[in-house]
């Protein structure tokens, strides 16, 4: 098994989902990070800049909903190559328009539309890397795409601080639409799995229903799901909330937003390829994903009730190492992806993230409804101990997959 080699064609296909990842996460990050000047540029002010922000981040977050469900059926009924063509496109158009957008009432249809978009490219790539590499280099793919993408996150603050031009964002939304559409000549490159153009014609293909049929099966998605909690409570809970944190246990200097969210995604980047390095080296993911947890939750402890007065740079070295040790993300797709079978397998590769990522509402609501009975750090701590809880116990019910025969079906 360790001599299998990577062909050069597989490489090709590594680099095209890779890029095309840093692509959707420079996309999904951008309307953060413009959103203030955005709406502003709109006629808006005040509390309507957090008001409207939070609606159209909820649209856009309803909208990869929809479409994880929407491209994982299509997947694995049609194929997994005419996911990555179709959900680039169709989220590099409406990030471009979106840099036309002069009325509120279009941005929301346009980051609807993008959302949409953006929910196909991660499942699409990992599900056709991992059914195309040998078992044994699976997570090889994985990592790279994973830890390639989340630098796509540092890359929009840094695009987006490029001009103090207020009218600027709409060219951060251009270079997003335009980087999508040069992906789409690479893309003529790629093939499709020869896993799944091999199953049997009778096979039930893309029926998301039959995820919820059998019992042992909709166990292993919630579990599957439950196990990615905790790194969307590091970033939309602790981070998202890290001026307010920071400035309550007595940082010296402000945090803002911006280089919270920063600070982690490079934390988020380099912990992509170390799990996914790691899970190579154990020749497991399970052990990797519990030794990130274990670790990402005392490191929250430490952030929350020990790191008082500190230095401003210690705060950001903190917020890195969160974003660190929540940068297991690639291990915990392709473990995802592994325990499903071909005629599900996108299916489930592209709404796992996406119901993490949405389940992120109910974190933020519950936090937000313990905020005035504990106060924010206790609030803070007890929804980490709900999410790091289920992810652990998630991760203790599901079969590590590593080096698994990918080619059977449900």
């Known amino acids: 098994m360790e001599t299998e080699k990577i062909s050069s064609k597989a490489k090709m296909l590594i680099a ?19 959103r203030n000047p955005s709406l502003k540029s709109l006629g808006l002010s005040g509390a309507e800049l957090l008001n409207q922000g939070l609606n159209l981040m909820n649209v856009q977050m309803g909208g ?22 179709g959900s680039i496109l169709l989220y590099s158009i409406a990030n471009a328009l979106n840099g036309f957008v002069t009325d509120l009432n279009t941005y929301w249809v346009l980051r609807f539309i993008a959302g949409i978009g953006l929910a196909g490219e991660l499942g699409a790539g990992i599900t056709l890397v991992n059914e195309t590499l040998p078992a044994s280099k699976r997570g090889i793919g994985t990592l790279i795409i994973a830890g390639v993408g989340a630098a796509g996150a540092v890359f929009a603050p840094i695009v987006a601080s490029l001009s103090a031009d207020p009218e600027w964002w709409r060219t951060c939304y251009f270079i997003g639409g335009g980087m999508g559409l ?8 790629t093939f499709e799995s020869s896993m799944y153009t091999g199953m049997q014609a009778d096979v039930s293909k893309g029926n998301f229903f039959q995820l919820f049929t059998s019992w042992p099966t909709f166990k292993k998605y919630v579990y599957c799901i439950l196990m990615g909690l905790p790194i ?23 945090i803002t937003g911006g280089d919270a969210i920063m600070y982690c995604y490079i934390g988020l980047s380099v912990g992509d390829f170390v799990s996914g390095a790691l899970s190579q080296w154990f020749k497991s993911r399970n052990k990797v994903v519990f030794l990130y947890l274990v670790l990402a939750w005392g490191l929250t402890l430490y952030f929350l009730y020990v790191a008082t007065d500190v230095s401003q ?8 190492a969160l ?18 079978g071909t005629n599900i397998r996108m299916t489930v590769t592209t709404t796992v993230p996406n119901f993490v990522r949405g389940a ?15 106060g924010l750090i206790h609030a803070a701590a007890w929804v980490g101990v709900l999410c790091f809880s289920l992810a652990l116990f998630a991760i203790s019910q599901l079969k590590d997959t590593f080096g698994k025969s990918l080619d059977f079906v449900e």
Do not use: C
Not at 16 to 34: E, N
Not at 64 to 85: A, C, N
Not at 241 to 247: C, G, L, N, R, Y
Not at 323 to 340: D, M, N, P, R
């Open 16 to 34: 095209v989902a890779a890029l095309g990842y840093f692509v959707d996460v420079y996309d999904l990050i951008l309307f953060s990070v413009v």
């Open 64 to 85: 990869m909903l929809l479409g994880g469900i929407l491209w994982g059926v299509y997947g694995d009924k049609k194929g997994r190559k005419s996911v990555l063509f």
């Open 182 to 189: 040069a992906l789409l000549l690479l893309r003529l490159g």
């Open 232 to 254: 969307w409570y590091i970033i939309g809970i602790l981070v998202f909330s890290a001026p307010e944190i920071t400035q309550l246990i007595g940082i010296q200097g402000a």
């Open 313 to 320: 740079v210690f705060a950001n070295t903190l917020i890195t």
């Open 323 to 340: 974003g660190f040790f929540g940068g297991y993300w690639a291990v915990f797709l392709t473990a995802s992806s592994e325990q499903f």
């Open 360 to 374: 992120l509402i109910p974190i933020s609501l519950l936090f937000k409804f313990l905020i005035p009975s504990l």
